[in-house]
C-alpha cells in the first residue's frame, strides 16, 4: 500500500464517519437523548480532525500531483454499456475539495453543537443530519459521476423532513419548495451526466477520464455548448444563482438552526462546487462560451440580493437574501475564468460557508428564547445577551467584507479577477459589498443597540456549547481573514490546473 | 531596533488590543494602565526608529527610505501570476506620521484615563483605542495599497465601535452608522481604484506605481479615471464636501475619541493617501485641479456653516473638516511639503482643542452648548489657557503653529494657481472668526448658566498634563519650519529638505515673503477682530441683529445647507424605495409568479387531465378502438 493509498483511507474514513454515526443512532433509543448527543459529538469531532488532516496534508507547489489521496475500487463494469472502470468508488481530493472538505467539518461540527439543545425527536434529527452530512461529503471526495450525482442527492433529500418536521415559519410551503426546485435542478444534471457519458462513448462514469475528454475535444464543441447550461442551471439552483434562488429566503426563514447552518454553510457550495466540476472541468468549452452569461447573472444576484436585504425585517430574511448576495460573488468569481478570480470564488465559498454558520447560530441562539424574529421588535439587547451580540457583530462585519475577517480576503481576490475581464461589473459587485454595510448596520442599529425593551429582560446569553461553536468558527473566519497563505496555496494550486485558465 | 522593524510600532498596541478585549474587564482599572505602556512602548520606539533612520538617510546618494516585505499568499510561480508581498516602507513622511501619531495617541489614551473615569465599559474603550493607534500606525508604514486598505477599513470600523461608545443612546447608534456607511460609499471608489491601478500597473507596491507613472508607462485617460475613484476615497475618510456630513455626527463619540480619530489621526489619512500618490496624481492630468477644487469648497462650506453652530464641539468639528480641505488645497500645487506640514501642526493644535473641549465637558458635567458656557477662564485657568494657545494657532496668528503652515500653503498656491488665493483668504478670515467666537462664548464674559458656571471646577493633572504638553507643541512645531531649528533637533537640511526628499525646499528667516506673511497675518487680525467685535464679553445682541437682518442667510448656514436633509431624502426616496421595489419584484412576480407559479399550473394541468379518467370501462373502450385506427392509419401512411 502507498502513501497515497493510505491516505486514501482517511478520505474514505472522513466519509464514512457521518454514515457511521447514522447506522449506530439507528440502534440508541429514541428516549436517550444524552447518547444521541454524545454520539453525534463524537463523530462530528472526528470529521472535523479528519478534515483538518486532509487539508494539511495535501501537497501543493511543484511535482506535487493534481488529484491526491485517491482510493478507487471497482463497482459495476464490462456490462450493458459499461465498459473498463464503468462505475467506481473513486475518491479523491484536489485543492478545492480540500478546502471544502475543512469547511464541511468546521461548519458539521459547530452545526452539531448548536443542535444539542434541541429536544424535539432528537435520535431522528440527527440520523438525517449525517445523512446530510455524508451526503455533502461524498459529493466533495467522489470523482466517479455515478457516486458524485449519488452523494449530491443523499445530501438534499434529508432537507425536506429537516425542514417540514423542525422548522417554523411556514415550514410545510419553505421545505416543498426547497426540495422541488432542487430536484428540478437534479433532473438537469442527471440528463446532463448520461449525455455526457453517452457522448464521450468511453462506456465510463470515471470523471478524470471524461476531463480529459472534454479538454482533447473528444466531446465536440458544439455538444459542450448545448449541455454546458444544464449544469449551470442544475447545479446553480443549489447555488442561488438568479432567478433560481427564491427557495433560499424562505428554506432559510423555515428550517431549524442547525440545518440553517449546515445548509447555507456547506450545501449552497455544492452547487458552485458541481459547476467547476461538471462545467469548467468537463465541458471547458461550454464554459467558455457560457461565462459572460453566468457573470451577468452572478452579478444580478450579487446586487439584487443585497438590495432586497437592506428592507427586510426578519433576521433570516436578511442572511437568506445576503446569502444570494454572497453567492453571487462565488458565480462572478467562477465566471471571470481567470485564476485568482476562481481562486476568490472557492475562498468566498468557504467563508461564506463559516460566516453565515456563524449568523443563523446567533439568529437561532436568540429565537429559541424570544420566538420572534421580527428586528422592529427587539431594541439595546447589547445589555442582556452581551456575548451574543459580540459574536453576531463578528459575524456581520465578515459579511460586510472588513478586513482582518475572511470575508474581505476572498471578495477582494474575486473583484480583481472580475476587473481583469469586466471592469464595469467588478465596479457594481464593490458597490453591492457597500450595500452590505448598510443592511448589515441597519439591523445592527435596531437590534443590539439603542434603548433596551425591558421586555426582553429574561433573556440569556449564549450557553457554553454555543460558545465554543461560535468560537471555532470565529477562529476559521479571523484565520482566513488574517492569514490566507495557506489556503491561496491549496486552492490555486488546482486551479491553476483547470481548463483554459489565464492567470 | 531599527527602522526594519518599524512593524514593532504597530504589532505592540495590536498584541494590547488582544489582551485588553480578552482579558481587560477582570483587570483592575480595566487595564487602562497596559494600554497606556503600550502606546507608550511606540512612542519611544518611534524615537529609536528616527534615530536608526537619521544614521541611514541621505538625500544626496538616495538613500531615502527603509523597506522590508515578506511574501504573503502566491499563486502560481514567484515573481509571476499573482505574487503578493506585504512589508514597511519608512520614510520621512511614514516619520512625520509616527510622530504625529504616537504623541497624539499617548497624550489622548493619558487624557482619558481622567476623562472616562467611571464610564461603562471602560476596559473595552482602552481596547479598542490600541486596536485604532496599530491599525492607524499600520496605514501609515504600509508598503502596499492592499495592506493599506485593510488598514484603512480597521481605523473605520474603530471609529465606527467608538463613536457608537455609548450605544445606549440612540443618536450616538445613529452617528456610528453614519460615519460608516459614509466613508465606506467612498471606499468603494478606493477599493475600485486600487484595483483598477494593479490592472494597470500590475502590482500593489505603491513605490512601483510611482516609478512607473514617473516613467510614463502608465498614464492616459484611464490613469485619470483610476485616480479619481482613488481619490473618492481620500474624500470620505477625510469628509470632503459631499462626504463631509458624517463628521459632526461623529461628535457623539467621547471627546478623547474625536480628539485622536476626527481631528488629529484618522481623518487625516485621506490627506496621507493622496499626499503618498501625488506622483501619480501630478500625471494624471486635470486631478490636482479636482483636488484644489474639493478643497477649497471644502474650506469655504465649512467655514460658513462652523460661524453658526453653538455646540463647541461641532464647531471645532467643521473646523476640522475646513482644515483638511486646506490641507487639499495645498495638495493640489502637486507638492506634499506645506500639507503635510499643516497636518502635523494642525494635529497638535486640533487634538488640544479638543483634548480642551473635553476637560470643559468634564468640568461642566456634559454641557457643551455655548449658551451653557461662559466665563470658563476664571474657574479653569489651565484649560483656559491652552485653549486660547490653541485658538490662536488655528486663527493663524505669528508666531504659532498655524500660521507658518498656513503661510507654507498660502505660498505654495499663490505660485500654482494664483486666483485660489481669494477664496482661500475668506476661508481663513472665517478660521480666525469661529476661533475667536468659539473662545470668548466659551471662557469670557459672563456666564449664561450661574448653575452650570458654579459647579465647574479645573479638571485633574491626568486631564491637564496632556493639555500643557499639546499646547507646547502647538507653540513651538511651526518653527520646524526653519532650517536652523530643525537641523538643531537633528533633521539635516530643515524639515522641508527632509520630509520631501523628492523636492528639497529650504527655508530660513531670510526666506520669509514679507508681504505674503504680513498678509497672512492680516487676514487672521480681521478675523479675530471681527470675532471680538460682535462678541466681545459673551453678549450676543449684535450678531442676533445680523441673523435677523438676514434670516434666510442665517438659516441656510444653521441649517449646514441641507445637506443632511438632500441624503436623507434620497436615502428614503431612492434607496429605500429602490430596495422595496426589488423586494416586491422577488415575492410577487419570481416567487410567487415564476415559482409558485410553475406548481401552480402542474396542478392545473392535472386537475383537467384527470377527467380523462373517468373509471367507465366504456370511455377505455372508446379510447382503445380510437387508439388502434389511429395508429393503423399512422402505419398505413408511413408505409403507403
Given amino acids: 500500500m502507498t502513501f497515497d493509498e493510505g491516505q486514501g483511507y482517511v478520505v474514505l474514513a472522513t466519509l464514512l464517519a457521518p454514515l457511521v454515526a447514522m447506522t449506530i443512532l439507528l440502534f440508541v433509543p429514541g428516549d436517550r437523548k444524552d447518547v444521541v448527543r454524545y454520539v453525534s459529538g463524537f463523530f462530528g469531532a472526528v470529521m472535523l480532525a479528519l478534515s483538518i488532516y486532509i487539508f494539511v496534508a495535501f501537497q501543493f507547489g511543484d511535482g506535487a500531483s493534481s488529484i491526491q489521496m485517491q482510493l478507487r475500487w471497482d463497482w459495476i463494469e464490462n456490462t450493458a454499456f459499461l465498459g473498463e472502470d464503468g462505475i467506481q468508488l473513486y475518491l479523491g481530493v484536489d485543492g478545492i475539495s480540500a478546502a471544502m472538505a475543512l469547511l464541511t467539518g468546521i461548519v458539521a461540527f459547530a452545526g452539531t453543537l448548536a443542535a444539542s439543545k434541541l429536544d424535539y425527536r432528537t435520535k431522528d434529527f440527527f440520523i438525517l443530519y449525517w445523512a446530510l452530512v455524508g451526503g455533502v461529503y461524498g459529493t466533495f471526495f467522489a470523482l466517479d459521476l455515478f457516486f458524485f450525482f449519488f452523494f449530491y442527492e443523499l445530501a438534499v433529500m434529508p432537507l425536506y423532513l429537516l425542514i417540514g418536521v423542525w422548522g417554523s415559519t411556514r415550514k410545510e410551503y419553505g421545505a416543498m419548495k426547497l426540495t422541488l426546485m432542487l430536484v428540478a435542478g437534479s433532473v438537469l444534471i442527471w440528463v446532463g451526466i448520461f449525455a455526457t457519458v453517452h457522448e464521450a462513448g468511453l462506456g465510463t462514469f470515471n470523471m478524470p477520464a471524461l476531463w480529459a475528454a472534454g479538454q482533447d475535444g473528444t466531446l465536440d464543441p458544439t455538444f459542450q455548448k448545448t449541455f454546458f447550461p444544464f449544469f449551470v442551471i442544475g447545479c446553480g439552483v443549489l447555488a442561488a444563482l438568479w432567478p433560481f434562488h427564491t427557495w433560499s429566503p424562505d428554506g432559510h426563514m423555515s428550517a431549524p438552526t442547525a440545518v440553517s447552518m449546515v445548509h447555507a454553510g456547506v450545501l449552497m457550495k455544492l452547487g458552485a462546487f458541481g459547476i467547476i466540476r461538471l462545467g469548467i472541468q468537463m465541458l471547458p468549452e461550454g464554459a467558455e462560451f457560457w461565462m459572460p452569461g453566468l457573470m451577468v447573472l452572478g452579478t444580478i444576484g450579487a446586487v439584487y440580493g443585497a438590495v432586497a436585504a437592506l428592507t427586510q425585517r426578519d433576521f433570516k430574511l436578511i442572511s437568506g437574501y445576503s446569502s444570494v448576495s454572497h453567492m453571487g460573488y462565488v458565480l462572478m468569481g467562477l465566471a471571470t475564468m481567470n485564476s485568482i478570480g476562481i481562486t476568490g470564488a472557492v475562498m468566498q465559498m468557504f467563508s461564506h460557508g463559516v460566516m453565515t454558520a456563524l449568523v443563523f447560530l446567533m439568529i437561532g441562539a436568540l429565537y429559541d428564547q424570544a420566538h420572534t424574529r421580527d428586528l422592529k421588535d427587539f431594541g439595546g439587547l447589547g445589555k442582556v445577551m452581551p456575548m451574543w451580540v459580540v459574536f453576531y457583530t463578528i459575524a456581520g462585519l465578515a459579511n460586510v467584507g472588513l478586513p482582518g475577517l475572511s470575508g474581505f480576503t476572498a471578495e477582494f481576490h474575486i473583484f480583481v479577477g472580475t476587473f481583469k475581464t469586466y471592469p464595469l461589473f467588478g465596479g457594481l459587485a464593490v458597490f453591492a459589498a457597500a450595500l452590505a454595510a448598510a443592511y448589515m448596520l441597519r439591523m445592527f442599529s435596531i437590534v443590539f443597540f439603542g434603548p433596551f425593551n425591558p421586555r426582553w429582560s429574561d433573556l440569556k446569553d449564549l450557553t457554553p456549547l454555543e460558545r465554543m461553536s461560535g468560537a471555532l468558527l470565529i477562529g476559521s473566519i479571523v484565520i482566513m481573514g488574517v492569514w490566507w497563505a495557506p489556503f491561496v496555496d491549496r486552492i490555486g494550486f488546482s486551479v491553476e490546473q483547470l481548463p483554459r485558465m489565464v492567470s | ?640
Wanted: hydrophobic letters at 50%; proline letters at 3%; a negative charge.
Fill in chain 2, 1 to 640: 531596533m531599527g527602522a526594519e522593524q518599524a512593524y514593532l510600532l504597530a504589532a505592540v498596541p495590536a498584541g494590547m488590543f488582544l489582551v485588553l478585549a480578552l482579558f481587560g474587564r477582570y483587570m483592575p482599572r480595566g487595564g487602562d494602565f497596559l494600554g497606556v505602556l503600550a502606546i507608550g512602548t511606540s512612542f519611544v520606539l518611534f524615537f529609536f526608529v528616527l534615530v536608526d533612520f537619521l544614521d541611514f538617510y541621505n538625500f544626496e546618494e538616495h538613500h531615502v527610505a527603509i523597506t522590508k516585505t515578506i511574501e504573503w499568499a502566491r499563486i502560481g510561480p514567484p515573481g509571476g501570476g499573482w505574487d503578493l508581498r506585504f512589508g514597511t516602507y519608512v520614510d520621512p513622511m511614514t516619520i512625520v506620521m509616527f510622530g504625529v501619531i504616537t504623541s497624539v495617541a499617548l497624550m489622548v489614551n493619558i487624557f482619558s484615563i481622567g476623562y472616562m473615569k467611571n464610564e461603562p465599559r471602560y476596559w473595552w474603550f482602552f481596547a479598542v483605542l490600541q486596536l485604532f493607534a496599530a491599525s492607524m500606525l499600520m496605514l501609515v508604514m504600509a508598503d502596499n495599497l492592499l495592506l493599506l486598505l485593510i488598514s484603512w477599513e480597521l481605523v473605520g470600523v474603530c471609529s465606527f465601535l467608538l463613536i457608537g461608545f455609548y450605544w445606549e443612546k440612540r443618536s450616538a447608534t445613529e452617528a456610528a452608522k453614519k460615519a460608516f456607511i459614509t466613508t465606506r460609499t467612498g471606499d468603494v471608489g478606493l477599493m475600485i481604484g486600487i484595483i483598477l491601478l494593479y490592472r494597470e500597473a500590475g502590482t500593489f507596491n505603491i513605490q512601483e506605481i510611482i516609478h512607473m507613472a514617473e516613467a510614463g508607462e502608465i498614464g492616459g485617460t484611464s490613469l485619470f479615471v483610476t485616480m479619481a475613484f482613488l481619490f473618492l476615497g481620500a474624500m470620505g475618510k477625510s469628509a470632503q464636501v459631499p462626504f463631509h456630513v458624517w463628521l459632526p455626527d461623529a461628535m457623539e463619540g467621547p471627546t478623547p475619541v474625536s480628539a485622536l480619530i476626527h481631528a488629529a489621526t484618522m481623518v487625516v489619512a485621506g490627506v496621507y493617501l493622496t499626499a503618498r500618490m501625488l506622483p501619480v496624481y501630478a500625471e494624471a492630468d486635470g486631478m490636482l485641479l479636482i483636488i484644489t477644487l474639493v478643497g477649497l469648497t471644502t474650506a469655504l462650506v465649512t467655514g460658513f456653516i462652523a460661524i453658526t453652530q453653538t455646540d463647541i464641539k461641532k464647531v471645532l468639528a467643521y473646523s476640522t473638516v475646513g482644515q483638511l480641505g486646506f490641507m487639499f488645497v495645498a495638495l493640489g500645487t502637486g507638492h506634499p511639503t506645506a500639507a503635510m506640514f499643516h497636518l502635523m501642526t494642525h494635529a497638535f493644535f486640533k487634538a488640544l482643542l479638543f483634548l480642551g473641549s473635553g476637560s470643559v465637558i468634564h468640568a461642566t458635567h456634559h454641557h457643551q452648548e455655548m449658551d451653557d458656557l461662559g466665563g470658563l477662564w476664571k474657574k479653569m485657568p489651565i484649560t483656559g489657557t491652552t485653549f486660547l494657545i490653541g485658538c490662536v494657532a488655528l486663527s493663524g496668528l505669528a508666531p504659532l503653529a498655524g500660521f507658518w503652515s498656513k503661510d507654507e500653503i498660502f505660498a505654495e498656491t499663490l505660485d500654482k494657481w494664483g486666483w485660489t488665493v481669494i477664496p482661500l483668504g475668506i476661508a481663513a478670515i472665517f478660521t480666525a472668526f469661529y476661533s475667536t467666537r468659539l473662545f470668548i462664548r466659551t471662557f469670557m464674559g459672563q456666564p449664561r448658566n450661574k448653575h452650570v458656571y458654579e459647579h465647574t471646577h479645573e479638571s485633574n493633572a491626568l486631564m491637564t498634563g496632556p493639555l500643557l504638553f499639546l499646547a507646547a507643541l502647538a507653540l513651538v512645531s511651526g518653527f520646524f519650519v526653519f532650517d536652523g531649528v530643525a537641523e538643531a533637533i537633528g533633521f539635516p537640511g530643515g524639515i522641508g529638505a527632509f520630509v520631501f526628499s523628492h523636492e528639497p525646499h529650504h527655508f530660513g528667516l531670510g526666506d520669509i515673503d514679507w508681504p505674503l506673511a504680513a498678509a497672512s497675518t492680516g487676514m487672521s487680525i480681521v478675523g479675530i477682530f471681527f470675532g471680538a467685535w460682535l462678541y466681545w464679553g459673551n453678549r450676543l445682541a449684535k450678531s442676533t441683529r445680523i441673523a435677523e437682518a438676514q434670516p434666510g442667510v442665517y438659516q441656510l448656514l444653521k441649517n449646514k445647507f441641507y445637506f443632511d436633509e438632500l441624503y436623507q431624502w434620497f436615502i428614503d426616496k431612492a434607496v429605500l424605495g429602490f430596495s422595496f421595489l426589488t423586494s416586491w419584484f422577488d415575492r410577487y412576480v419570481v416567487n410567487d409568479t415564476g415559482v409558485d407559479g410553475s406548481a401552480q399550473l402542474t396542478g392545473y394541468t392535472g386537475s383537467v387531465l384527470k377527467y380523462i379518467q373517468t373509471g367507465r370501462l366504456p370511455n377505455y373502450a372508446m379510447g382503445i378502438a380510437l387508439g388502434v385506427l389511429t395508429l393503423a392509419l399512422a402505419g398505413l401512411a408511413v408505409r403507403g
